[in-house]
């Protein structure tokens, strides 16, 4: 059986607008106890904010959250997947782009709607063996630290 995006996605996804403070932000991962949010400016997905933007682009970069908007900071434009790619294929296009997270659609253009999110760590659950497959993907190189911890749990 192939298993796709769809059998491991979350839904619905925690989302925010992008003209929300970054406090905003912060406090309602805090009460949904999430480590992310699909950021959209009305109807349309333009990007993701996560714990690691909030550490990097405030924290470090000392920004004051309740001046600095979330369009300020989110990591875009989103990278997105379909319901039915197959988590094989998922795991390619995180390592790819070097993330942990992508956000689900269905339909093109102006019918793209978003019906949830997809994490490394919801994929190594169900398949823990598509963690030797990053490790492959990785070879030589060592991995980031994000993926290095995900990685070594569900490695035996």
């Known amino acids: 059986m192939n298993i796709t995006v769809k059998d491991v996605m ?3 996804v925690l989302v925010i607008d992008a003209g929300s403070t970054v406090r ?13 949010l699909v ?5 349309h997905t333009v990007g993701i904010i996560t714990e690691r933007d909030l550490i990097n682009r405030i924290i470090v970069d000392k920004k004051d959250p309740d001046e600095t908007l979330v369009k300020d900071i989110m990591s875009e434009p ?18 790819q782009y070097k ?34 497959l990053l490790k492959d993907l990785f070879g030589e ?16």
């Open 10 to 12: 979350v839904s619905p």
């Open 24 to 36: 905003v932000a912060a406090e309602y991962m805090s009460l949904k106890e999430v480590g992310s």
């Open 39 to 43: 950021v959209q400016d009305e109807e």
């Open 78 to 95: 989103p990278v997105i997947a379909v319901p039915s790619l197959s988590i094989d294929d998922a795991v390619r296009v995180m390592f």
């Open 99 to 132: 993330i942990k997270k992508l956000i689900v659609v269905e339909g093109e253009g102006e019918k793209r709607r978003l019906v949830g999110i997809v994490t490394l760590t919801d994929i190594a659950r169900v398949n823990p063996a598509l963690m030797l």
């Open 141 to 156: 190189e060592p991995p980031p630290e994000r993926f290095r911890k995900t990685m070594e749990y569900y490695i035996v």
